[in-house]
């Protein structure tokens, strides 16, 4: 959702380069174009820009982005994890962390 509540518009890239020819054919201005489809005129100057500098392809439609990426623990501090804790069965993740941070275990 967007600061206003309400759900982000995704648009196809047929409807932007339709939207950018209404702007090329010159009858309308970007802001009565905008307000007929319901739109803030700011997306049809950035269409327009992403197509001058990657031509139509750069409108092409993209999947939406999520809010937070998942944080991937590397591998070899993964396998050290399991090291560590294949040395100490019998502890649990905050002894193991207790002793990493005294310096007993590196």
């Not at 209404?22 to 201005?29: D, I, Q, W």
């Not at 500098?53 to 993964?78: F, H, N, Y």
């Not at 649990?92 to 275990?105: A, F, I, M, P, T």
Request: overall charge positive.
């Amino acid at each position: 959702m967007s600061d206003s509540g309400t759900p982000r518009r995704r648009y196809s890239k047929a409807f932007k380069l339709k939207i950018l020819e209404e702007k090329a054919a010159g009858t309308l201005t970007v802001k009565e174009i905008a307000a007929i489809h319901g739109m803030h005129p700011c997306n049809i100057h950035r269409w327009q820009k992403t197509m001058k500098q990657g031509g139509e392809a750069a409108l092409q439609d993209k999947p939406p982005v999520p809010k937070r990426q998942p944080e991937l623990t590397p591998q070899t501090v993964q396998q050290r994890v399991v090291e560590v804790k294949n040395a100490h069965p019998t502890l649990g993740s905050r002894k193991l962390q207790e002793l990493k941070l005294s310096g007993r275990y590196t």
